[in-house]
């Protein structure tokens, strides 16, 4: 699947009673199946299950209703389930056979991260975060066991581009591949020192000021290690 098509399979998880646009809770896409789409659990928070929809990138004007919502009981990851239609030509991603991912691979993630904007007066504005599609390209820094602050525990892979809020729930690829490895979880922050300015003012007395750098990155599931729920989530038997 060539990389103008595989967006096509991209959805958004909104809420259902919102404008088309509006109300974007975070990304998503098909896995498996046309009716099933995986997304980062942490996107649902604060939204009853009955509230949820999705939209593809082909039919934003339209919302399906989420019938099912399968939550893994320890990764930020959901699974999706709408019904079947005829005005969905969804193409389903598959996951990637290999199970090992190593540290400097080229991988690349797709998805939906919020451009912010204000309708308004200074003093008296409507907020808007508008879903704006964007391509990401890095590698993978380092994989291991994360826990995130909100309870998630998982196989991560750490990637060394940023994860803008709206881009969670976003498939993340091997460079040359179609097949989903992983999919976006979180934003980290760090920070790396760069260096130590020194300022004399008096004799005998010394400023030092110390200037760092916050160095974001993007965490995402490592999707092998919980491919046999991931099987079981998106399948009807």
């Known amino acids: 699947m060539a990389c103008d098509q595989m967006i096509w399979s991209l959805g958004i998880v909104c809420k259902r009673l919102t404008l088309p646009n509006l109300g974007m809770l975070g990304t998503c896409f098909p896995l498996n199946s046309p009716q099933y789409f995986l997304t980062a659990a942490h996107c649902l928070e604060g939204t009853p299950d009955t509230e949820l929809a999705l939209q593809t990138l082909g039919l934003l004007s339209k919302r399906a209703p989420v019938v099912r919502v399968s ?3 320890k990764a930020d990851v959901a699974v999706l389930k709408i019904e079947p239609s005829e005005d969905h030509n969804i193409e389903p991603l598959h996951l990637s056979s290999s199970a090992d991912n ?27 975060n508008t879903p704006t599609l964007r391509f990401f390209r890095g590698h993978i820094q380092r994989n291991g066991l994360h826990v995130s602050l909100d309870g998630y525990q998982y ?3 750490e990637l060394s581009f940023p994860a803008p809020s709206g881009l969670s729930g ?6 040359d591949q179609d097949c989903p ?3 976006v979880a979180e934003n980290h922050e760090s920070s790396t ?8 003012r008096e004799p005998g007395q010394e400023i030092r000021e110390t200037v760092h750098a916050v160095v974001n990155y993007a965490l995402a599931v490592h999707l092998s290690s919980i ?9 009807d038997a």
């Open 71 to 73: 939550r893994h009981p």
């Open 193 to 200: 020192f760069i260096r130590t300015l020194s300022e004399y």
């Open 170 to 175: 976003g498939p993340v690829f091997i460079d």
């Open 102 to 128: 190593f540290w400097g691979e080229p991988v690349a993630s797709f998805g939906f991260p919020a451009d912010r904007t204000y309708l308004g007066l200074p003093d008296n504005y409507v907020e808007l």
């Open 155 to 157: 196989q991560a892979l």
């Open 227 to 235: 491919k046999d729920w991931l099987l079981e989530s998106t399948s």
């Open 181 to 183: 490895i992983a999919i």
